[in-house]
């Protein structure tokens, strides 16, 4: 079984930085590509950005130049550094594994940028 933890989440003025963190379980963690989604009060979920098992990254036009992923297998570990963070970027941010045909998520970490 799979388990994904959030951390890093907090308050935070408007230009600041955060560094999230996804600590995963499980031998798959390292085999699938993780990515980051985030959901703000009345909105959908959001993709915010992948990685893959190889390293590849991918990011919302919303954050790109200011947001980086980043995975240590190591620790089993996947980072997002969120810098120049805006008060559009407040959202609760999930941390999101797929591997082959399955799906798993974390419980989630809130994020609030103040302006």
């Known amino acids: 079984q799979v388990q994904l933890v959030e951390s890093g989440g907090g308050l935070v003025q408007a230009g600041g930085s955060l560094r999230l963190s996804c600590l995963g379980s499980?031998?798959?963690?390292?085999?699938?590509?993780v990515g980051w989604y985030r959901q703000a009060p009345g909105k959908q979920r959001e993709l915010v950005a992948t990685?893959?098992?190889?390293?590849?990254?991918n990011y919302a036009d919303s954050v790109k130049g200011r947001f980086t992923i980043s995975r240590d297998n190591a620790k089993n570990t996947v980072y997002l550094q969120m810098d120049s963070l805006k008060p559009e970027d407040t959202a609760v941010y999930y941390c999101?594994?797929?591997?082959?045909?399955?799906?798993?998520w974390g419980q989630g970490t809130q994020v609030t940028v103040s302006s």
């Open positions: 999101n594994l797929r591997y082959r045909w399955d799906g798993y």
């Open positions: 499980g031998m798959i963690f390292r085999l699938g590509a």
């Open positions: 990685i893959t098992s190889s390293g590849s990254t």
